[in-house]
C-alpha cells in the first residue's frame, strides 16, 4: 500500500495531465463555440455572485450523470466524447479534480478554469445575477 498523498500532491499530480486554461482563453473558445463552459459552483455561491452567460449549470455531485455522452441522464449539451469542457469552480480547485473525472468517462478534451469562478469575474468577463 502506498503513503497517503495530501490534496496539493493530488491536484499537482492530476492537472500535470492536462492543460488548464484562464479566463480569456475560456471566453475566446466559448465565444467561438468551441467550448461548453459548466459551472459547478453550489447554488449559494451562484446567487451570491451571480452566473456566467451561457454556462451550462451542473451541481458537482451530477457533473458525470450530466456530461456523459451515452449517459441515460445527460444534458442535451453531452454531445460527444471530443466536446471541449471547461469546468468551472469558485476558485480553480474541485474544478480540476472534476475535470480529471470527466477524463475517465473519456472527455479527453475536458480542462477546468485557472482561478475559476472569481478569475472570471476579476478579468471583467461577463456575469449575469443569478435569478
Not at 471566453?27 to 456566467?52: H, K, M, N
Not at 472569481?118 to 456575469?127: E, H, N, S
Amino acid at each position: 500500500m502506498s503513503a497517503p498523498v495530501g490534496i496539493d500532491a493530488l491536484l499537482e499530480r492530476v492537472r500535470s495531465t492536462y492543460t488548464r486554461i484562464d479566463p480569456a482563453q475560456a471566453y475566446e473558445a466559448f465565444g467561438a463555440g468551441d467550448a461548453l463552459l459548466v459551472d459547478i459552483r453550489y447554488q449559494a455561491l451562484r446567487e451570491r455572485d451571480g452566473l456566467i452567460p451561457g454556462a451550462l449549470v451542473v451541481e458537482r455531485n451530477e457533473l458525470e450523470w450530466r456530461l456523459d455522452p451515452q449517459g441515460s441522464h445527460r444534458a442535451l449539451e453531452a454531445t460527444s466524447h471530443d466536446l471541449r469542457v471547461v469546468v468551472i469552480c469558485n476558485e480553480g480547485y474541485a474544478s480540476s479534480l472534476a475535470a480529471v473525472s470527466l477524463h475517465a468517462l473519456g472527455l479527453h478534451r475536458a480542462t477546468d478554469l485557472t482561478g475559476g469562478f472569481q478569475a472570471w469575474r476579476a478579468a471583467g468577463l461577463p456575469v449575469a445575477p443569478a435569478p
